[in-house]
């Protein structure tokens, strides 16, 4: 890694079998954590690493975290479980929304390959990580608080960025067949899949494809809890990637297509019975004498359909539509301006289309006789622009300055309610579509980030990074242009898991969070024996996006329309590990632990704000002895007492799971194993909202439950 010119650079290391691994690094804030997954060489970081490329080891501890979470689930947010400041909230069973210091969904920048995918789906039903199957993830990194500039905007509570494996190449005057084949099983539910890949090249070109299935039924919850309606999924991915190496230029080219024809969502009144997206994704990166440039383009399409999963026991149908089309550039330079002194120059295009309408339904007075336009030629495209300045003062002493623009335009075209005959039923849908039609309903928004980072070594053992951050984040489409207000429309408006309705508000303001935070690294200075992290932030959020109470709908619910509030979160994220002994004999033992405390609190109305994790924590024990890798962890979560009122959030109950784990590979076979919830406990997800389906299907209203035991097991065979 080039860090004495401070630039990001291309990491090309020997693998086996010949060929050779190419990785790019950015630059990273000191609230990072990265998951480098295996399949990747890559070199260890140097002390005088600068601010923002520091790259977790292939043997880092949250290696074994993520190989357990790809194991136990097929969601790509499962990659970042126990990692300090993550949380996720349940939805489908390949569609959790992430969660960084208690900022979620829209409101944290999750990136695929480069690209910023936004939701097609009034319920958010296809995010950005659902797009992608863990078994084709190289590195994911999660930087939760102050993000660089160059990281992305649009965003308040901190970025994702997940990353495909990057073409593999043969040494010259080689050829390179290489690949792997997977199959995994999950005993609760009874899941099962298959991945693989397969790479054909030579030192110039590079040929892969790239496939995976997963499925599963509904799964069972801990101890009394039964089955969990509408947890079941089944899904197929498939993408070729080309890719051409010459020098220190690399080009990537991937087709992709995404089969999902059925997910359940337990905590909506809907499900999905059909997504399909197809992209396309190029990628170059080269360097220079004057350092790197990284240039992206894609165009991707998602077809979406929702209506009721048998296991809801609906007599009825309600059949919603969606389909949306994105496509933009991202042009990012590294220019070393001296030794020590970097330059990062960057620009990026995203637009973002979407129809969404509702058949009638025959025979329904209330969902006919004519289709419903919920959103009629949506779109929102924003233009950002950033420069970032990197500088290493002293051996000691180094800062990150960077200003961003973002201008984000967005309007939609009119729309209708399922009768323009005037009812008792639809004479409120009537009165709010002509009410929306009259409105001029573009919107432009000029949005601006600062981010100002300090980095100080006092001593060996320990460094300090602290700093600010002004983000923006503009509206989404439902937020801005949801316009049904009856109960029942506006319930299919609802991507939170609560139950209620939602009504959009066209005058909504962009909010502006400012963050400061702090970071204190104690570590081993003369090894990898110990290292202790604990960081505290505070964020004052102007215009916070919230709700308010409209009108009371059915089962205690709301008809809430979203509002500009001012609103505070704070808390502080802690980790570190132990190495416990390291002998030829016993192999290496370690103790990792992290635990994780937030509040977030509406200014305006006092209450609570909206899927904030309760404290929590985690303790492992991990074992590497030879060929084998073992674990045994204990994750704890505190009762959530403090909730949003407005949204009618559950209360849960505290709990403790234990979980066990091992991995041992012979050759070119891996075999990986472990226990979930062992002791089967019951608990009730903090995060999860309510349980409507087992409601529509007993009558009976819930909190979401937590998976029962399960028995997961995977064999791997590398070529």
Not at 406 to 416: F, I, K, R, Y
Request: hydrophobic share 35%.
């Amino acid at each position: 890694m080039t860090s004495k010119k401070n630039t990001a650079s291309l990491i090309v290391g020997a693998a086996g079998g010949g060929m050779l691994a190419i990785a790019v690094s950015h630059g990273m804030a000191h609230a990072e954590t990265t998951v480098t997954l295996p399949g990747l060489s890559i070199d260890d970081t140097a002390e005088d690493t600068p601010m923002g490329e520091r790259l977790l080891s292939a043997s880092s501890p949250s290696q074994v975290e993520a190989t357990a979470a790809r194991l136990s689930s097929p969601d790509a947010v499962s990659l970042f479980r126990n990692q300090p400041g993550v949380s996720a909230y349940s939805a489908g069973g390949l569609a959790a929304l992430p969660a960084l210091n208690g900022m979620a969904d829209d409101r944290v920048a999750t990136v695929v390959d480069g690209v910023r995918i936004a939701s097609g789906c009034p319920n958010h039903m296809n995010p950005a990580l659902s797009f992608i199957d863990p078994d084709s993830v190289e590195t994911a990194t999660a930087i939760a608080g102050i993000t660089p500039v160059s990281m992305g905007g649009d965003s308040t509570g901190g970025t994702i960025d997940v990353e495909r494996r990057d073409p593999q190449f043969a040494r010259h005057g080689k050829i390179l067949v290489t690949g792997h084949v997977t199959g995994t099983y999950r005993s609760n539910g009874g899941g099962y899949g298959a991945s693989g890949s397969l790479t054909v090249a030579n030192d110039m070109f590079s040929l892969r494809y790239n496939a995976a299935y997963s499925q599963a039924g509904d799964y069972n919850g801990g101890g009394d809890a039964g089955i969990v309606r509408s947890t079941s999924y089944l899904t197929y991915n498939h993408d070729v990637t080309f890719g051409v190496h010459k020098d220190n230029h690399l080009f990537s080219l991937t087709f992709g297509q995404q089969d999902t024809p059925r997910e359940g969502f337990a905590n909506q009144y809907m499900d999905m019975t059909n997504n399909r997206s197809t992209y396309v994704n190029g990628k170059y990166v080269g360097t220079f004498d004057w350092g790197q440039l990284e240039a992206r383009g894609y165009w991707q399409r998602e077809d979406h359909a929702m209506d009721f999963l048998p296991d809801r026991r609906k007599t009825t149908h309600m059949p919603m539509n969606t389909n949306a089309r994105m496509a933009g550039y991202s042009i990012k330079a590294t220019i070393a301006l001296a030794e020590r002194h970097t330059l990062r120059l960057g620009s990026s295009f995203d637009h973002s289309g979407l129809n969404d309408w509702w058949p009638p339904v025959a025979g329904s007075m209330m969902m006919g006789p004519d289709t419903y336009h919920s959103i009629n030629d949506g779109h929102r495209d924003r233009l950002g622009h950033f420069v970032e300045w990197e500088a290493a003062w002293t051996p000691r002493v180094s800062t990150l300055l960077g200003f961003r623009n973002d201008l984000v335009m967005m309007n939609t075209g009119p729309v209708a309610p399922y009768s323009t005959m005037p009812s008792m039923m639809n004479n409120t849908n009537i009165k709010a579509a002509n009410a929306f039609n009259a409105l001029d309903r573009g919107r432009t928004d000029v949005n601006f980030d600062v981010t100002a980072l300090v980095r100080w070594k006092p001593r060996r053992d320990l460094s300090i990074e602290g700093g600010y951050a002004r983000k923006t984040r503009s509206p989404n489409l439902y937020e801005r242009y949801a316009w049904g207000q009856s109960a029942m429309v506006s319930s299919m408006i609802n991507w939170f898991g609560d139950g209620n309705g939602y009504v959009g508000n066209p005058d909504l303001k962009p909010e502006v969070a400012n963050t400061a935070s702090i970071t204190a690294d104690w570590h081993d200075p003369d090894g990898d024996r110990w290292d202790l992290k604990v960081q505290p932030y505070y964020t004052y959020t102007h215009h916070y996006v919230n709700a308010q109470r409209i009108a009371p709908a059915a089962n205690g619910f709301y008809t809430l329309g979203f509002v500009n509030h001012n609103a505070q979160s704070y808390g502080i994220n802690a980790s570190g590990n132990y190495r416990l002994w390291q002998t030829a004999r016993f192999g290496r033992g370690e103790i990792v632990a992290n635990v994780n405390w937030v509040r977030g609190q509406d200014l305006t109305n006092g209450a609570g704000l909206y899927h904030q994790m309760p404290t929590n924590g985690n303790v492992a024990l991990h074992e590497r002895w030879k060929n084998w890798t073992g674990r045994v962890e204990m994750t704890f979560v505190k009762a959530k007492d403090t909730v949003d009122w407005v949204r009618s959030e559950p209360r849960t109950p505290g709990y403790a799971l234990l979980g066990l784990g091992g991995q041992y590979t012979w050759r070119y076979m891996t075999l990986d194993a472990s226990i979930d919830n062992v002791l089967n406990q019951k608990y009730e997800l903090p995060l999860g909202g309510w349980s409507l389906a087992d409601s529509a299907a007993t009558g009976v209203l819930r909190a979401l439950p937590g998976m029962g035991r399960s028995f997961n097991v995977s064999l791997t065979a590398s070529f």
